[in-house]
Every structure is written in structure tokens, then in C-alpha cells.
């Protein structure tokens, strides 16, 4: 246990539909980090929040939004969902405060999406 | 965004060291370099990093050119359960934003 947890471990949905994955990150970090991957792809970083507001964006779609609440934990949404959008979604969280040495992420252990 | 270059895919006999490339042409001065496995389908997980000095801890070492222009993480008996894709990216050490981008990584086959 990493101790960065998401839920759902699962989830199958039909295509148009909307999606909610959430994220508790590791107590003691500040920072969630949001990723998707795609069948025998690599990690795509889609978007970083650090204590509650937005420091860092990839390549997220419009149809993705994602917010970090005031006790950390992190929920991104997906909405008309795609049939490509079928993938992995992992999130990372992180110390990431100055000074704080090794700012090591801690991966959770991902949210499977299917969409039908 | 990719910030690193990495071969596609390795093998490596059981019990002999695992040495993985990786080339970061440009990383400036005060990026480090951190290396990550994953296994299977599992989240990603960390293994080791540093800044210019060679770094060893209990999973790997981590041997980092003069230049920094490149560094090769080492498993030093490799065995079965080391089988997974290794990424290797740079970035900062501290505040964190930025983002933090994964390449293709190398496919490491463990070969019995």
C-alpha cells in the first residue's frame, strides 16, 4: 500500500456518459498529480494541484476537469466520455514544498476506465 | 515535453546487472534526475535519484556522467520481479511546479 489511494478501481461506462475518480494522496503531501495511460502507452501528464490550487497543466481535454479540495484529496472529471478515452488514470502525490528534499511521487495504484 | 531519451527495450539474463540508459541533453543545473519503475499495469514506483553524485540505496545505483548529460541506473543481480518499463525523468527538487512528464521509458526483460 503506497498509501495514495483512488477509487474506483474500476469502472465501465457507456460513451456521452460523465465520471468521477477520486484521489486521497499520502498524508503529509501537498501536491496531487493526475495521469492518464492509454493501452501500451506511457503516462500522459494531464494536470498538478499543489495544496488546493492549479500549478501545472499538460495535455488535458476540455471535456477534463479536475479540482483539489481543502482536506487534499483530488477528484478529476470526465465528461462526454470517448471511447478512446479507455485507459488507466493514475494519481501521484508529493511533498513539494521548498526545502523539503526529495520530492519523490507516490503513485496510487490507478482507476481502470472502459467506455462502451 | 519528454526531457529524456531512453532506449525502447532491454533484456537482461537473471542474476546479472541491468544497466539502463538515459540520455538528458538538456537539463539545467538544478534538475535532478529520479528514476521509476512499473510493473505490469501497477502504479508507477520510485526507485532511486540524484543530482550529480553517483547515488546507490537498496534497489539500485544510480552512476551520473560529469556533464550530466546522461546517467544509467544499474540493478545490480536482476531477477525475475525486476521485469517492468523504467522511466526516467528530470526535474526540480523543490516547489514542484512544473510538470513532470514521463517519457516511452525501457522495457526491461528479465530473461531466466
Known amino acids: 500500500d503506497s498509501g495514495v489511494t483512488q477509487t474506483p478501481k474500476h469502472l465501465i461506462t457507456a460513451t456521452g456518459q460523465r465520471v468521477t475518480l477520486r484521489c486521497s494522496p499520502r498524508s503529509g503531501d501537498l501536491s496531487v498529480y493526475w495521469y492518464q495511460q492509454s493501452l501500451d502507452q506511457g503516462l500522459q501528464f494531464l494536470i498538478q494541484y499543489y495544496n488546493g490550487e492549479e500549478r501545472a497543466k499538460g495535455n488535458i481535454l476540455e471535456r477534463f476537469s479536475a479540482q483539489q479540495f481543502p482536506d487534499l484529496h483530488s477528484e478529476l472529471n470526465l465528461s462526454s466520455l470517448e471511447l478512446g478515452d479507455s485507459a488507466l488514470y493514475f494519481c501521484?502525490?508529493?511533498?513539494?514544498?521548498?526545502?523539503?528534499?526529495?520530492?519523490?511521487?507516490?503513485f496510487g495504484a490507478g482507476s481502470r476506465l472502459t467506455v462502451l | 515535453d519528454a526531457k529524456t531519451t531512453q532506449p525502447p527495450s532491454m533484456d537482461c539474463a537473471e542474476g546479472r546487472a541491468a544497466n539502463l540508459p538515459c540520455n538528458h541533453s538538456?537539463?539545467?543545473?538544478?534538475?535532478?534526475v529520479y528514476w521509476y519503475r512499473q510493473i505490469h499495469s501497477q502504479g508507477p514506483q520510485y526507485i532511486i535519484h540524484?543530482?550529480?553524485n553517483n547515488e546507490t540505496n537498496e534497489m539500485a545505483s544510480l552512476i551520473i556522467t560529469e556533464d550530466r548529460k546522461s546517467s544509467t541506473l544499474i540493478l545490480p543481480h536482476a531477477t525475475l520481479r525486476d521485469t517492468a518499463v523504467y522511466y526516467c525523468?528530470?526535474?526540480?527538487?523543490?516547489?514542484?511546479?512544473?510538470?513532470?512528464?514521463f517519457g516511452t521509458g525501457t522495457k526491461l526483460q528479465v530473461i531466466p
Open positions: 525523468i528530470v526535474r526540480l527538487n523543490s516547489g514542484g511546479y512544473q510538470k513532470v512528464t
Open positions: 501521484a502525490s508529493s511533498v513539494s514544498s521548498e526545502g523539503s528534499g526529495a520530492n519523490v511521487l507516490t
Open positions: 538538456t537539463i539545467s543545473g538544478n534538475e535532478y
Open positions: 540524484g543530482l550529480k
